[in-house]
């Protein structure tokens, strides 16, 4: 009797219908709710993903979304492909962090994840010394406030100023941000040194942003103020700061760096919001990963430290707004003043 060909029992098993790249295809789909932002994802055409969509869905006999003026929502076969794109995902990707963890080499490329404040102010700083230290290793910086998965390698390191870190993250505090109200030489040629907060146009928060200490600060400590002028994005309100539309709290990293502006109070005295590098546990073993890690940690607070020193300070501070802690600060000495 012939033994069964192990060819032919291979041949004869049970095929999937579906390929990584549909699977792919239908997770980005499901995720986004559009074909654009599912291209996007992929970084492939909006019709790429409309015929591959429509031919995944040939092939299985049956529709996987729903497709409406808004968008397109999964329906149940939808989802159980999604999950099951997930599961595989999220191996894949496992498998390439543990792999980039055991890369001994400080040579590729490192990317960071950041918000625009310290991506712009802090960040480069730090960086410059890096990369003449080690000029194998290229740095990408992702500027964004959305949050980045590290576990999906969006990002290798996350550098965010924020008061509670994931969880399922390594995170190490390496700073705290300090905020101080700022204006320009010309708003204390027109008000006065100190100006009075009360007579003073101000910039506030926008709704994306009330839940920030420095808004939380204005609206617990100066009930009163009204500000004309709100916007949801620290970049714009120090940039309209700086233009003398009117007085903004900002944090001290970023306003001391600016020229065009003064700092006219203490630090603020409320709870300072923690800087924390995050990463992943299983690329913590990664050379390049591990030496930009190492840097920045180190650099950070030093770095915070010193740049509470810079800048232009007013001679005379304003007062503590009604309610504000009596506690008395120490101002570092400023490198340039401004004139009373």
């Known amino acids: 009797m012939r033994k069964p060909s192990l060819r032919k029992s291979t041949e004869d098993a049970p095929r999937s219908q579906l390929a990584w790249d549909d699977l792919q295809t239908v997770l980005a789909v499901a995720r986004s709710g559009s074909l654009s932002g599912a291209a996007r994802a992929l970084g492939i055409e909006h019709s790429t993903v409309f015929r591959r969509l429509e031919d995944i869905e040939r092939r299985l006999g049956t529709a996987l979304f729903e497709r409406s003026r808004t968008g ?3 329906n149940v076969h939808g989802e159980a492909v999604a999950e099951a794109a997930k599961v595989m995902e999220a191996a894949a990707i496992g498998a390439e962090r543990r792999v980039l963890g055991a890369d001994a080499r400080l040579t ?10 310290l991506g712009a102010y802090l960040l480069p700083r730090l960086l410059e010394a890096f990369l003449e230290a080690h000029p194998g290793i290229e740095v990408e910086v992702d500027i964004s406030n959305r949050h980045v998965d590290l576990a999906r390698r969006e990002a290798d390191l996350a ?4 008061l509670s870190p994931p969880d399922t993250l ?4 390496i700073g705290e941000v300090a905020s101080a109200l700022y204006g320009t030489p010309d708003l204390l040629r027109r008000f006065g040194a100190p100006p009075p907060l009360d007579a003073v146009p ?6 994306g942003m009330s839940d920030v200490l420095q808004a939380r600060w204005l609206r617990e400590r100066m009930p009163d ?5 709100r916007m949801d994005s620290f970049i714009a309100i120090l940039q309209a700061a700086a233009l003398g539309v009117g007085v903004a709290a900002l944090p001290v990293f970023a306003g001391s760096q600016d020229a065009r502006l003064v700092r006219i109070s ?3 005295e409320a709870p300072r919001m923690p800087v924390w590098l995050l990463t992943h546990p299983d690329v913590r073993g990664n050379a390049r990963v591990r030496a930009l890690q190492r840097h920045i940690a180190d650099g950070t607070p030093a770095l915070l430290e010193r740049l509470l020193c810079d800048g232009s ?4 501070m304003v007062p503590p707004p009604p309610g504000s802690p009596t506690r008395s600060t120490t101002r570092p000495p400023a490198r340039r003043r401004t004139a009373a």
Do not use: N, Q
């Open 72 to 74: 397109y929502l999964a």
């Open 313 to 316: 300070v007013c001679d005379r």
């Open 202 to 207: 101000w910039i506030g928060f926008g709704d």
């Open 170 to 173: 390594v995170a190490h505090r």
């Open 159 to 162: 550098l965010r100023a924020t």
């Open 108 to 117: 590729g490329k490192v990317r960071i994840a950041t918000s625009e404040m």
């Open 266 to 268: 203490e630090v603020i």
């Open 225 to 229: 103020i009204r500000p004309r002028l």
